[in-house]
């Protein structure tokens, strides 16, 4: 009560000040979502540059399929020192966070509880850890493109400030109406899916930078899904993210509706996490 009391009359609100404060360099703990799953725990990793306090900015970095969030932290260690943010990376397990289902996917299927979708732990991880920040931003990779990308269409009442998604391998085509020629239904396209034409509105006014990798273009990549419904997308990540992005201006002009996205098109990089990230940096920050 003391504590409380001390932070009302020093102005600062007790939801406002972390409970666990990213310390600086790197770090890590497990985070355990009490508003969402708390059996299925999740191991933070976590970097904050000798230029920051605990309150610069934020940015989430989602792994791709390896679920190998220390390598994405340390990929972006060198970002953090140059731009001045903090970086926090979840790892979300197999054991726990099983297949596509529970990933990418968000669980979405699995819980009709919104607060219980994967997506949610993010919002929960930013409330426990942020010091003051009133928003973050988050960029995933391969897989975890994928997550940003269904996050945003499913779940666009988040904190986060920007999403980027980097070589995504295949999307959820913002379309719910079930007349427009769509083939596929969810979780190919949002026919049949929670959201319909709210959520894409809001969706669409959201800041989102898609990034594609030029040269990623393997249409025999082991990685790459080869489903029927990921197949109508196209037949490579490229043709893939070009035909989403087609997908949603389609949209948003039928809808009368801003599109607040962009498209880029990354020059001499393939399907690596490394490049899609220093790309991503360079489009927002400049190259200082």
């Not at 009302?8 to 406002?16: I, L, P």
């Not at 933070?44 to 190998?68: E, L, Q």
């Not at 969706?203 to 930078?209: C, E, G, Q, T």
Request: proline share 5%; glycine share 8%.
């Amino acid at each position: 009560m003391r504590i409380v009391l001390a932070l009302a009359f020093a102005g600062v609100t007790a939801s406002a000040v972390a409970a666990t404060p990213v310390p600086g360099g790197k770090w890590s703990y497990v985070f355990t979502d009490r508003k969402g799953n708390a059996d299925r725990p999740i191991r933070v990793y976590t970097y904050r540059p000798k230029a920051c306090d605990s309150t610069c900015p934020i940015w989430f970095v989602m792994h791709g399929v390896k679920r190998n969030a220390s390598h994405y932290r340390d990929i972006w260690v060198d970002l953090a020192d140059r731009y001045k943010f903090l970086v926090i990376a979840p790892e979300f397990a197999q054991k726990d966070y099983p297949k596509a289902a529970w990933y990418n996917l968000g669980g979405v299927t699995e819980t009709d509880n919104p607060e219980k979708w994967t997506y949610a732990a993010i919002d929960h991880l930013f409330e426990e850890m942020r010091d003051g920040q009133a928003d973050y931003r988050i960029f995933g990779h391969s897989a975890g493109g994928q997550f940003v990308e269904r996050m945003l269409l499913l779940r666009p009442q988040s904190k986060a400030s920007l999403y980027a998604a980097g070589n995504p391998g295949w999307h959820l085509l913002p379309e719910w109406r079930k007349d427009k020629g769509v083939e596929t239904s969810y979780p190919f396209s949002l026919i049949g899916s929670k959201s319909g034409e709210a959520q894409v509105r809001d969706a669409f006014s959201r800041k989102f930078i898609l990034l594609l990798g030029e040269k990623d273009t393997d249409p025999d990549d082991e990685n790459l899904v080869k489903t029927d419904g990921a197949m109508k997308q196209g037949a490579t990540r490229v043709e893939r993210g070009e035909n989403f992005f087609k997908a949603a201006t389609r949209v948003s002009a039928d809808v009368g509706a801003k599109l607040n996205w962009e498209l880029v098109e990354v020059p001499d990089v393939a399907h690596d996490a490394t490049g899609m990230s220093n790309a991503l940096g360079a489009q927002l920050y400049g190259k200082r």
